[in-house]
């Protein structure tokens, strides 16, 4: 079953049997750990009957799982039964649960409950006396069986068996932090913060001298820090009047040990009681790794009643009468408190080992004395910087000093009572002091000159003089020669650092920290690159100097290149276009020169060429003005600009205009200059000539029949000639009058000037219509002939649109069935041209006549039979 864990005080044994009919179950123990055997026996059931048993919750709801099934047994002769049941892991903390034996025959019953709860308890370490050996206990630490002093921290081990691996339980610690009125317990430390040689003795942390852990008890897995206990932010509850002071110093580390599981949280401390006895606790959460026992380890501090503490008095080896308890259990908020305790007559008081001096501070190679207040069975006395010179083993010692200046000596005792019998250093008490040694010999002076700053055209030896010692000198950054350090210079910082040192091995020091500037060479200033325009060769002077930052340059000079250096400046006149390179140097004191080279490119001016409207003839079709540009460019960019000299029309600076209204030559002459005043110019002749009309021929004049068409393309074109143009456009428009039509051809030239010419076009008729009689018909009789109908006959005409239809008239051939009659039908056109046609008319009788014959009649015989009577 699931192990929500957890364990609480073991139950009173209950039996609950049912005696209704006389039967009964019961079980070997009260309480079970999980996964134990129980043992289970009844009685006053039928002999041989079965008996069904089951274990349920008190409420008799079954078990989960397995551990809810029932079984049977068989009742033997005498009407007993026995079995075995294995407990699971509890549904809570702590479970009690009800076992039932039904029998089937009898309908006997019997039922008895037990627990079912991990066992935990807690165990603390005796650490032994003079006649009696370490060993973990849980009971009472007693004088008999401990010796502990303030300060100290006693060693406990809480173990929780059975638990199911990954279940989550939570534990509380708590102790009593006050008793009347005087601190026990203070605070929760590391468990082996004193005792490691007691546990060790014990057996360890799983020993089982005199009592036993669980057998799968295991070492040390992990630890997790408990809350600072002097900060007020870590507590849930009010912080009493009594809290720790201020400046309160924690002589122990703080942490809990365990096995077996992992620390998920702990909770805030908590106070609980009164002011003279109050608890102080926490609660730790965890979870269980394996299946198993768990195990957790902690220390109690033993309240301190120093200056630096509780003050003299209020410790816990001052309480008297009733023993302090340390507590843990409530697992998982069910139980109670496992509890163990300590007598306080466990717990000594050691000795005031206080140290005062007879100086706070000491020379080197002088004698002092030390002290600690009487009362102590042994005093250990170490030295650190001096020898112990007589005391050793009494309160009072004196010492001579060996650690130099400067240091310290530091000066430690470990005062114990012997006689309490506590073994060992369990009932002892420590102190130390720190004495600086101080300056007990003439002090040595050192001298040195003042920081300098030293010009030098090399780095070559300097000796610098004014350093003096009244002790013995020592140089580094040089070497010491009389008064004087002289030294082997780097460029920029040089430190000389002088120590002075007495016969004490004090030492003084002084510094000189030499700068030495290195000369350093010229910088060569000459003009750049440089192009000089000119109009003819002149002499030339450019600017050429050195800078030296230490103010020592003697001059420059040429030393490559044509020209020479004249007060500052590079002269020289060139020969023409040329580019000449340049090297200057320029030299210091010291010899150490720099050198720079430049070129000049020197270009002489040349004229400016000029651009001209070329000579050509332009033709136009009327009165026109003409605007042609005039410029010029210069290859040395200094043109100033060009002028019209003579001719016809003006000229604003960059373009001749003038109006031609007359075909001839129209001529102008133009000249350009520079700022050198160097020229160039022609004269420009445009011939213009003006437009003429372009000239037309008409076709033939033709006739042409009404139904022929009038295209040119049937009848002819224009033709056109022109000056110029040599493709003048070609267009006609028609007029008629009657049957002539007046075709206009018109030619236009690229000027817009047109020209015309006529072609007459006479239109003629002789083609007479077409004509279409009715069809050919047959009547019966002659009073069936249909009159001539001239609406009847289509015609139609080339060239007259409505020709006139007239009925010539009807010709019989005489005949008789048949009869025919030749009807003619004639159209005329306009023109007088006509054209017949005939439509065929049958006449024939082929309709037999209709008689009716009178009705039958009977007659006499004496009846006429004519058809007059009949």
């Known amino acids: 079953m699931k192990n929500l864990g957890g364990t609480t005080l073991l139950l009173l044994l209950v039996f609950l049997s049912s005696t209704a009919m006389g039967a009964e179950v019961v079980t070997d123990a009260a309480e079970y750990p999980p996964l134990q055997t129980v043992i289970i026996s009844g009685s006053g059931y039928v002999p041989d009957e079965s008996v069904t048993l089951q274990v349920t919750q008190e409420d008799g709801t079954p078990l989960t799982g397995e551990y809810g099934e029932p079984w049977i047994v068989v009742a033997d002769e005498s009407g007993n039964i026995s079995s075995t049941w294995t407990a699971p892991y509890p549904d809570q903390p702590d479970d009690t649960v009800m076992l039932t034996g039904s029998g089937s025959t009898s309908g006997e019953e019997g039922a008895t409950t037990f627990l079912i709860a991990p066992q935990n308890y807690i165990h603390q370490l005796q650490n032994g006396t003079a006649t009696a050996v370490p060993n973990w206990a849980g009971g009472v630490i007693n004088s008999n069986n401990s010796c502990y002093s303030e300060g100290r921290a006693v060693p406990y081990r809480y173990f929780v068996e059975n638990l199911d691996g990954g279940s989550q339980h939570y534990i509380t610690i708590e102790c009593e932090w006050t008793k009347g009125g005087l601190h026990g317990f203070d605070y929760f430390a590391d468990y082996d913060f004193s005792e490691s040689s007691g546990i060790s003795a014990a057996g360890g942390t799983c020993g089982s001298i005199s009592a036993s852990p669980p057998p799968d008890c295991q070492p040390i897995s992990g630890s997790y820090p408990f809350p600072d206990p002097t900060n007020s932010a870590n507590y849930s509850s009010p912080i009493p009047p009594d809290f720790f002071p201020t400046g309160f110093v924690l002589n122990a580390p703080t942490n809990l040990s365990f096995y077996n599981m992992t620390v998920d949280s702990v909770s805030k401390y908590y106070f609980a009681g009164t002011s003279s006895d109050r608890t102080f606790g926490i609660t730790i959460y965890f979870t269980a790794v394996d299946t198993g026992s768990v195990g957790l380890y902690w220390g109690g501090h033993m309240a301190q009643g120093t200056p630096d503490t509780w003050g003299i008095g209020n410790g816990s080896g001052s309480i008297a009468g009733a023993p302090i308890h340390m507590r843990a259990g409530v697992l998982d908020g069910s139980g109670g408190f496992k509890e163990i305790s300590a007598q306080t007559g466990v717990i000594c008081l050691p000795p005031d080992a206080t140290i005062s001096c007879s100086a706070d501070s000491v020379c080197t190679d002088t004698v002092y004395s030390c002290s600690a207040p009487a009362g102590a069975d042994d005093y250990i006395w170490s030295l650190t910087g001096g020898t112990i010179l007589s005391g050793q083993g009494t309160e009072t010692i004196t010492y001579t000093v060996t650690q130099p200046y400067p240091g310290f000596v530091y000066i430690d005792l470990e005062a114990c009572d012997t006689t309490s019998g506590c073994p060992g250093d369990n009932c002892c008490s420590y102190d130390s002091v720190e004495l600086p040694v101080g300056y007990c010999c003439d002090p040595p002076v050192a001298t040195c000159p003042g920081d300098t700053t030293i010009f030098a055209c090399d780095l070559s030896q300097i000796c610098l003089p004014g350093f003096d010692c009244n002790g013995t000198a020592t140089v580094t950054g040089g070497t010491l020669s009389g008064n004087s350090v ?385």
């Open 486 to 870: 002289c030294f082997t210079p780097v460029e920029g910082l040089n430190t000389i650092t002088f120590i002075c040192t007495n016969d004490c091995g004090f030492a003084d020091t002084c510094v000189t920290n030499v700068t030495v500037e290195l000369n350093q060479a010229p910088v060569c200033s000459l003009p750049g690159d440089t192009a000089i325009f000119q109009c003819v060769p002149t002499e030339v002077s450019l600017p050429v100097s050195g800078t030296d930052p230490d103010g020592n340059l003697t001059g420059c000079s040429v030393i490559a290149g044509p020209g020479s250096i004249v007060g500052g400046y590079w002269q020289y006149t060139p020969a023409g276009d040329e580019t000449v390179n340049v090297t200057v140097r320029c030299t210091d004191d010291c010899g150490a020169y720099c050198e720079a080279s430049f070129s000049a490119t020197f270009d002489i001016n040349e004229p400016p060429v000029c651009n001209l409207p070329s000579n050509n003839t332009y033709f136009v079709c009327d009165d026109s003005t003409f605007s042609f540009p005039v410029s010029g460019t210069d290859a040395d960019g200094n043109l100033t600009g060009c002028t019209m000299t003579s001719g016809v029309g003006t000229f604003d600076g960059s373009t001749w205009t003038f109006t031609a209204t007359l075909e001839g030559v129209y001529s102008a002459t133009f000249e350009c200059q520079d700022d050198c005043g160097a020229v160039c110019g022609g004269t420009v002749d445009i011939t213009v000539d003006f437009n003429a009309p372009p000239v037309i021929t008409c076709p033939a004049d033709i006739n042409v029949d009404c139904n022929g068409s009038t295209d040119p393309a049937n009848i002819g074109f224009a033709t056109a000639t022109d000056d110029h143009d040599p493709n003048p456009s070609i267009t006609y428009s028609d007029s008629q009058s009657g049957n002539v039509i007046t075709r206009t051809w018109t030619t236009t030239d690229d000027c817009g000037v047109s020209n015309q010419c006529d072609q007459l076009i006479t239109i003629e008729d002789t083609t007479p219509p077409t004509i279409t009689c009715p069809d050919a018909v047959s009547v019966q009789c002659p009073v069936d002939v249909p009159p001539a109908d001239i609406n009847s006959v289509t015609v139609s005409d080339d060239c007259d649109t409505n020709p006139v239809v007239t009925h010539v008239g009807d010709v019989s051939d005489n005949s008789s069935c048949p009869e025919t009659i030749t009807r003619t039908y004639r159209a005329t056109d306009a023109s007088g041209n006509y054209v017949e046609c005939t439509q065929i008319i049958t006449i024939d009788d082929t309709i037999a006549p209709v008689i009716t014959c009178p009705a039958d009649i009977t007659l006499d015989c004496s009846d006429p039979t004519d058809p007059s009577f009949t």
